[in-house]
């Protein structure tokens, strides 16, 4: 519940939730199979009107083929697909961007976690973006000139033919766009929905497949805006603050709808997860009956398709970073009807990884954690047939774990991901480019220390602009040392290429003052 004095400063807030949870059926994007259109699709960006929950009033957003999340397109491995994006945005972007004077309200309460301005300006630049698009299609093995390079602008009335491939593991993926600078905003506004490759060996699986047992699950968060009274508003809000650089916004949209419902019938269903979240992590518990149900959940793949044996769920919880994919089955085979579950997220933000017990998840809420409800969706049982399914043990065969002699003589590359703090403008991510450096070096150097031992390296690139110096080979081993100096965990994906995570390890590290503001 929330009630507001003058303006929009919250006067009383707890943890109650302004929207009643679980009453909107959960939506089933419509299905492009490109089989059934000979490879040639058509997909609009357009402007429309969309309700995130039934209480609300209608938001304006963008979308492809006008729909919050747009269509899912299906296609089969080494059938290359066409599509024609087509730029019909109209009027500003629909979304109020707003940086809050502060981080928390006079009574402590963080602004993130609850609806309004809290004091602060609309972005005049936001509110000025008149719908420039390009798309990016996430984990496809794209040619560049379609891989919805930054900088490769539609602008309204224009379109482009995108020729892709398809030349890949059976996988989900997600289309959305890609604008330089502001692809936040234009995916908060809607423009995201999710791509499915098939293939033969997974067809072999006897994996659910298509309605009603395959659902694909599109989490993200959102914000709305406030009417005069206090009421939500409907129009969408991406609200920072000084203290925190991404918008973790309040409530969770599970494709387009706040916390929905799904009636299941007693079987396995398959779910395609993807948190296309912009900054928040979730790590999602399955409860019922004050208990937590992990063990009804079985993984069978990631974002690079299909794993090469089915894993559990770690204990406290699957963990989802923003455009992660899992591809989960969930046994609601012995449930009576009427049976309810509930998908809760304990995960604070920024998310550093810290545990939770997934026994706890009904009371994760954490205001200060920017957390304000642990909600995701519902699952409710209704009455059918019993049906059972056997989880084949053996899932992939075309990849195993690079041996040591694989290994040996591969590249190695180092990168680290630093948070800058500027004082003209907003904090943001950047990545550096590391190289090693010998001993007797005497310049400014980033030492890490990694299972006991050193390494010294210098910085030799750090913005968008500067020369290219990774050429990996076709067929060839690389190693990268990814190296997170922030406090965050953070997800990363590599264009044109999949791979695979050998280790993860806590590091020390020392860096003098200056070293990696520049990029030389």
């Given at each position: 519940?929330?009630?507001?004095?003058?303006?929009?400063?919250?006067?009383?807030?707890?943890?109650?939730?302004?929207?009643?949870?679980?009453?909107?059926?959960?939506?089933?994007?419509?299905?492009?199979?490109?089989?059934?259109?000979?490879?040639?699709?058509?997909?609009?960006?357009?402007?429309?009107?969309?309700?995130?929950?039934?209480?609300?009033?209608?938001?304006?957003?963008?979308?492809?083929?006008?729909?919050?999340?747009?269509?899912?397109?299906?296609?089969?491995?080494?059938?290359?697909?066409?599509?024609?994006?087509?730029?019909?945005?109209?009027?500003?972007?629909?979304?109020?961007?707003?940086?809050?004077?502060?981080?928390?309200?006079?009574?402590?309460?963080?602004?993130?976690?609850?609806?309004?301005?809290?004091?602060?300006?609309?972005?005049?630049?936001?509110?000025?973006?008149?719908?420039?698009?390009?798309?990016?299609?996430?984990?496809?093995?794209?040619?560049?000139?379609?891989?919805?390079?930054?900088?490769?602008?539609?602008?309204?009335?224009?379109?482009?033919?995108?020729?892709?491939?398809?030349?890949?593991?059976?996988?989900?993926?997600?289309?959305?766009?890609?604008?330089?600078?502001?692809?936040?905003?234009?995916?908060?506004?809607?423009?995201?929905?999710?791509?499915?490759?098939?293939?033969?060996?997974?067809?072999?699986?006897?994996?659910?497949?298509?309605?009603?047992?395959?659902?694909?699950?599109?989490?993200?968060?959102?914000?709305?805006?406030?009417?005069?009274?206090?009421?939500?508003?409907?129009?969408?809000?991406?609200?920072?603050?000084?203290?925190?650089?991404?918008?973790?916004?309040?409530?969770?949209?599970?494709?387009?709808?706040?916390?929905?419902?799904?009636?299941?019938?007693?079987?396995?269903?398959?779910?395609?997860?993807?948190?296309?979240?912009?900054?928040?992590?979730?790590?999602?518990?399955?409860?019922?009956?004050?208990?937590?149900e992990l063990d009804r959940i079985t993984q069978i793949?990631?974002?690079?398709?299909?794993?090469?044996?089915?894993?559990?769920?770690?204990?406290?919880?699957?963990?989802?970073?923003?455009?992660?994919?899992?591809?989960?089955?969930?046994?609601?085979?012995?449930?009576?009807?009427?049976?309810?579950?509930?998908?809760?997220?304990?995960?604070?933000?920024?998310?550093?990884?810290?545990?939770?017990?997934?026994?706890?998840?009904?009371?994760?809420?954490?205001?200060?954690?920017?957390?304000?409800?642990?909600?995701?969706?519902?699952?409710?049982?209704?009455?059918?047939?019993?049906?059972?399914?056997?989880?084949?043990?053996?899932?992939?065969?075309?990849?195993?774990?690079?041996?040591?002699?694989?290994?040996?003589?591969?590249?190695?590359?180092?990168?680290?991901?630093?948070?800058?703090?500027?004082?003209?403008?907003?904090?943001?991510?950047?990545?550096?480019?590391?190289?090693?450096?010998?001993?007797?070096?005497?310049?400014?150097?980033?030492?890490?220390?990694?299972?006991?031992?050193?390494?010294?390296?210098?910085?030799?690139?750090?913005?968008?602009?500067?020369?290219t110096t990774f050429f990996p080979m076709l067929g060839?081993?690389?190693?990268?040392?990814?190296?997170?100096?922030?406090?965050?965990?953070?997800?990363?994906?590599?264009?044109?290429?999949?791979?695979?995570?050998?280790?993860?390890?806590?590091?020390?590290?020392?860096?003098?003052?200056?070293?990696?503001?520049?990029?030389?």
């Amino acid at each position: 519940m929330i009630r507001t004095s003058a303006g929009d400063a919250p006067s009383d807030i707890r943890l109650g939730p302004p929207l009643l949870p679980f009453v909107d059926r959960l939506p089933v994007p419509r299905r492009l199979v490109a089989a059934e259109n000979e490879g040639r699709l058509v997909v609009r960006m357009r402007a429309a009107q969309h309700r995130f929950h039934r209480d609300m009033p209608e938001s304006t957003i963008w979308g492809y083929d006008g729909t919050v999340p747009g269509p899912t397109i299906e296609a089969e491995r080494g059938h290359p697909v066409t599509v024609e994006w087509h730029n019909e945005l109209i009027g500003p972007l629909p979304v109020v961007v707003t940086t809050a004077p502060g981080h928390a309200h006079a009574n402590g309460v963080p602004v993130q976690g609850v609806p309004g301005l809290s004091g602060g300006a609309p972005d005049l630049n936001a509110a000025a973006l008149s719908g420039h698009a390009v798309v990016h299609l996430h984990g496809g093995l794209t040619p560049a000139v379609y891989d919805g390079w930054a900088e490769n602008l539609l602008a309204p009335g224009q379109s482009a033919v995108f020729h892709y491939p398809t030349d890949q593991r059976a996988a989900l993926l997600w289309y959305h766009d890609h604008v330089m600078g502001v692809t936040r905003f234009d995916v908060y506004a809607g423009l995201a929905g999710m791509w499915i490759i098939r293939d033969k060996r997974e067809r072999e699986l006897g994996l659910p497949e298509g309605p009603p047992f395959e659902v694909p699950i599109l989490i993200q968060d959102r914000n709305f805006d406030l009417e005069e009274n206090g009421g939500l508003s409907g129009r969408l809000l991406h609200k920072t603050d000084p203290g925190v650089m991404e918008a973790f916004a309040p409530f969770t949209v599970v494709n387009g709808k706040v916390w929905p419902v799904l009636e299941v019938r007693p079987a396995v269903y398959r779910f395609r997860m993807l948190n296309g979240s912009n900054a928040r992590t979730y790590r999602l518990v399955l409860f019922k009956d004050g208990e937590p149900e992990l063990d009804r959940i079985t993984q069978i793949g990631t974002d690079h398709g299909l794993l090469r044996g089915p894993v559990h769920v770690p204990s406290d919880g699957l963990v989802l970073a923003s455009a992660e994919r899992a591809d989960v089955l969930v046994d609601f085979s012995d449930l009576e009807p009427g049976s309810e579950l509930t998908l809760l997220n304990t995960a604070k933000a920024p998310f550093d990884g810290s545990p939770f017990p997934a026994a706890n998840a009904e009371t994760a809420a954490d205001l200060d954690g920017l957390l304000a409800y642990p909600y995701v969706m519902r699952f409710r049982v209704v009455a059918g047939q019993a049906t059972r399914r056997t989880i084949p043990q053996v899932l992939a065969t075309d990849y195993g774990v690079p041996s040591s002699q694989d290994l040996g003589g591969a590249p190695r590359r180092a990168i680290a991901l630093v948070e800058r703090e500027l004082v003209s403008g907003p904090n943001m991510l950047t990545m550096r480019e590391l190289a090693p450096v010998a001993q007797d070096d005497h310049g400014p150097v980033v030492t890490v220390t990694n299972n006991g031992s050193a390494e010294r390296y210098r910085v030799v690139a750090a913005h968008f602009e500067d020369a290219t110096t990774f050429f990996p080979m076709l067929g060839q081993y690389e190693i990268w040392q990814l190296i997170n100096l922030t406090g965050d965990t953070h997800p990363i994906h590599l264009h044109l290429d999949p791979f695979q995570i050998l280790s993860r390890r806590p590091i020390r590290y020392e860096i003098p003052e200056g070293v990696l503001r520049t990029s030389r």
